[in-house]
């Protein structure tokens, strides 16, 4: 077990090392992982489930105790992503799947790796786990919503069949994940040090299987397509940051809401892009997950030498 915490440790300190590495094997050897792709709801399951095992119920309590930087965040999560995704869409003259597939990438909840995230740049944790919470929880409305009102131009979008399938690869797994740790927290104790190793083992395969399906349209759209993810991460932090410095929240909420916002759940865009549009429209989500896992760890490297003014929120994920 001992063996097993350190290799999970390791994982989660270099996933993004990690992520580019199984990219480029995927797209260099596409026929080894184009199997895998039947297994991405399930495997997106797996890394939904482990949220559930670490989620308790303090990490809700902000909702009444500080609501104000929460309600914020989660507006500015789902209005600023979509909107950026749609312009960038047009100004880009991107093609319809690849279009819808960068608005999909904008319309799903914040991602889980934003928690650690927030806390290597000094913002406020508690803020940070309950916005990826309630976006998260949200998102079975918000998203197929969202899809149908931005990008039903380019592709036809089914929001009820939608609803169905986040409810089933997202929502149940959290909630299953939730009641395993209350009922049996003993036995979740001894295990969840290994939880993040299987949530990037998960990760890692359904990157390299949707990189596989996709080899040909890497070399022939990644460039742009790398373009748009970059921008659109680089608008949501920017503008994630200036709308709660709009509002007067302080310093750790402004970096944790900066953060929630330009970090999506590229797992989940990936996922609805394949189900319901094709492997081209999960291109997009694909970049996100490398590009996320590039941008996250160098803007928390930057806050982390700059002091937020205070720290009471800043809590120690490791305990």
Wanted: glycine content about 8%; aromatic content about 10%.
């Amino acid at each position: 077990m001992k063996t097993l915490e350190r290799v999970s440790a390791l994982a989660g300190k270099y996933f993004a090392v990690l992520v580019i590495i199984a990219a480029v094997i995927a797209f260099i050897f596409p026929s080894t992982f184009v199997i895998f792709g039947g297994y991405i709801s399930l495997l997106l399951g797996v890394v939904m489930f482990g949220m559930g095992l670490t989620l308790k119920p303090v990490d809700f309590k902000l909702v009444v105790t500080k609501p104000l930087p929460v309600i914020m965040g989660i507006i500015a999560q789902y209005t600023i992503m979509p909107l950026v995704a749609f312009g960038l869409a047009y100004l880009l003259r991107l093609p319809p799947e690849l279009a819808a597939g960068l608005v999909l990438l904008g319309s799903v909840p914040g991602g889980t790796a934003s928690n650690v995230m927030v806390y290597l740049a000094r913002g406020n944790v508690a803020l940070s786990v309950t916005m990826t919470s309630f976006s998260t929880m949200l998102a079975p409305i918000m998203t197929p919503l969202l899809l149908y009102l931005l990008a039903g131009q380019w592709l036809p979008v089914d929001p009820a069949a939608m609803f169905l399938s986040i409810v089933q690869v997202i929502i149940i797994p959290i909630i299953l994940g939730f009641f395993v740790q209350r009922f049996f927290p003993a036995a979740v104790e001894k295990s969840i040090t290994v939880v993040p190793l299987v949530s990037v083992t998960a990760i890692l395969i359904i990157l390299m299987a949707v990189t596989a399906a996709n080899a040909a349209n890497v070399a022939s759209s990644g460039v742009i397509v790398f373009v748009a993810v970059l921008l659109h991460n680089s608008f949501g932090l920017l503008l994630g940051y200036l709308a709660a410095l709009a509002v007067g929240l302080d310093e750790n909420d402004r970096r944790a809401i900066s953060i929630e916002v330009g970090m999506q759940n590229s797992g989940l865009g990936v996922t609805l892009a394949t189900t319901y549009f094709s492997p081209l429209a999960a291109l997009p989500s694909v970049w996100g997950a490398i590009w996320h896992n590039i941008s996250g760890p160098i803007i928390a490297t930057f806050w982390a030498n700059k002091p937020a003014g205070k720290d009471k929120d800043h809590v120690d994920l490791k305990k």
